[in-house]
């Protein structure tokens, strides 16, 4: 059955024009995509095993779809952004995972075909492009727009979406099986960042998504200030650190924070000069920044 219905997706997609009737594919899963996936890379056998769950204070259990929304899953994280950036929600990443496939404002363009198509195309150049991501088979993104229009028809949502995402792209420094387990783990140094302070989750999702590094939870905090990557972009420490200060500022802003003082940002670029210039760490960073902002729920 799954054969047939993936068959179908393709067959619709073939010259870049969906003919197939995707009312049709009323059981479509996250497995179907795992199946094309595993056959594309390794046709003769591949054993699938489930991304182990992993709650935050900013993750939410969805018993119906089996998964967390959590930020400690890059395909989430960047799922739930660049959505936002195409102005399909404009909610906080906590919130989005319950957002319904179908409320995109997209489809109210009219050709949903064409709409998926759209979509599918700018995310997976997002993808590719910005984030620096592998296609997991050249078929990602015809798979990606028949996601869309089945989590449109079905009534799934952005966690199920993003869950698809996960196993259609690989993004840069991921380790599915091995990262998160690590993370849990862990145990907590003196350096640690700590789960119970929102500053300090929000801080990490932030520099992940701004690829200053990609390490997990439980070991972020000992990373150095000075190891950031956009001080190796070639611009004076003032112009990296101004540039950073306001990447991790509008992500803050998303994320629901407030600004404790008017020069909040301009703080934050001193912040990190002071911080690369003087050898401190991620937890001295996250520290400072947690006086210069109110984030949601503290």
């Keep these: 059955m799954k054969k047939l219905l993936m068959a ?18 009323q059981n479509f899963k996250v497995s179907d995509i795992k199946m094309i996936v595993a056959a594309d890379v390794a046709p003769s056998a591949v054993e699938l095993t489930n991304t182990p769950e992993v709650f935050y204070p900013e993750s939410k259990s969805d018993t119906n779809n089996g998964t967390a929304w959590t930020n400690s899953n890059l395909a989430h994280v960047k799922t739930w952004i660049h959505l936002r950036v195409l102005e399909q929600h404009n909610m906080v990443f906590r919130d989005a995972g319950d957002l319904k496939v179908s409320a995109f404002p997209i489809w109210l363009e009219g050709n949903s075909h064409r709409s998926a198509e759209q979509l599918a195309t700018m995310l997976d150049s997002f993808f590719c492009n910005l984030d620096r991501a592998k296609r997991n088979t050249p078929k990602s993104r015809d798979l990606l727009a028949g996601l869309l229009l089945a989590g449109r028809s079905n009534g799934k949502d952005v966690r199920w979406l993003a869950d ?49 590094f990609f390490e997990v939870f439980g070991k972020s905090g000992q990373r150095e200030i000075a190891a950031f990557s956009v001080w190796r972009e070639g611009n004076s420490p003032t112009r990296a650190s101004n540039q950073l200060a306001d990447r991790m500022d509008a992500v803050f802003r998303v994320h629901g924070a407030k600004n404790n003082y008017p020069e909040s940002r301009a703080n934050l670029a001193r912040l990190l000069v002071a911080g690369r210039d003087g050898g401190k760490n991620v937890r001295w960073l996250a520290d400072g920044i947690d006086e210069l902002y109110t984030f949601w729920k503290e």
Excluded at 14 to 20: D, I, K
Excluded at 188 to 198: K, T
């Design 8 to 25: 179908m997706v393709f067959a619709g997609m073939a010259g870049g024009t969906y003919a197939a009737d995707f009312s049709d594919l």
């Design 164 to 212: 698809g995402i996960d196993e259609l792209y690989n993004f840069r420094g991921e380790s599915k099986q091995t990262v998160l387990k690590e993370q849990l783990e862990q145990t907590p140094g003196a350096d640690a960042l700590d789960r119970s302070r929102r500053a300090h989750l929000t801080v990490w999702t932030t520099l992940l998504v701004t690829d200053q």
